[in-house]
T-cell receptor, first 113, second 112 residues
């Protein structure tokens, strides 16, 4: 039972480089989310997809784009990485209603130098 | 503005020393309060959902309670394996999308 799988686990980028973080879930969930976690800031929502074919901005979307490729996969792209995007990124999925719990991946630790 | 605040930021306990973690929230119409556990280098792992004031849920040495303004996570006779960061979260608005606002977390260390 894989749950939510993120790749890569670690990444170092130079300022200005681009990359895509991949996320896949095998729980047949409608909704998927990307959060970032920074010390003292808690988890903050970057983008979410309430259902296949839709995406919406969260609290901190600037500098990111997302693609809901299909029901299973939701990717996060950094077009031109900045040091401020150094963080731990978590993908999550849920049934999509406010009373259902979210399941999280193991995270991607990204450092932008 | 919807907000979640957790206290204390860090808590050190001796094995067997019971205590409580606090999560206060400000949302217009609570539709659930979620507790998660996060181990270092891992993603958050779901523990409990509470929906209405007065509700309680238990799992091993953990008991979560809910009032109209806050939730408590009571840890009874903790063991070193309970050491982790505990996060609470609430849905932020009336849209039914499963989004969550998280508190900053309480990092618990239990010493043998």
């Amino acid at each position: 039972n894989a749950g939510v799988t993120q790749t890569p686990k670690f990444q170092v980028l130079k300022t200005g480089q681009s990359m895509t973080l991949q996320c896949a879930q095998d729980m047949n969930h409608n909704s998927m989310y990307w959060y970032r976690q920074d010390p003292g800031m808690g988890l903050r929502l970057i983008y979410y997809s309430a259902s296949e074919g839709t995406t919406d901005k969260g609290e901190v979307p600037n500098g990111y784009n997302v693609s809901r490729l299909n029901k299973r996969e939701f990717s996060l792209r950094l077009e031109s990485a900045a040091p401020s995007q150094t963080s731990v990124y978590f993908c999550a999925s849920s049934g999509g209603t406010s009373n259902t719990e979210a399941f999280f991946g193991q995270g991607t630790r990204l450092t932008v130098v | 503005e919807d907000q979640v605040t957790q206290s204390p930021e860090a808590l050190r306990l001796q094995e067997g020393e019971s205590s409580s973690l606090n999560c206060s929230y400000t949302v217009s119409g609570l539709r659930g309060l979620f507790w998660y556990r996060q181990d270092p280098g891992k993603g958050p792992e779901f523990l409990f959902t509470l929906y209405s004031a007065g509700e309680e849920k238990e799992k091993e040495r953990l008991k979560a309670t809910l009032t109209k303004k806050e939730s408590f996570l009571h840890i009874t006779a903790p063991k070193p394996e309970d050491s982790a960061t505990y996060l609470c979260a609430v849905p932020p608005d009336s849209s039914n999308t499963g989004k969550l606002i998280f508190g900053q977390g309480t990092t618990l260390q239990v010493k043998p």
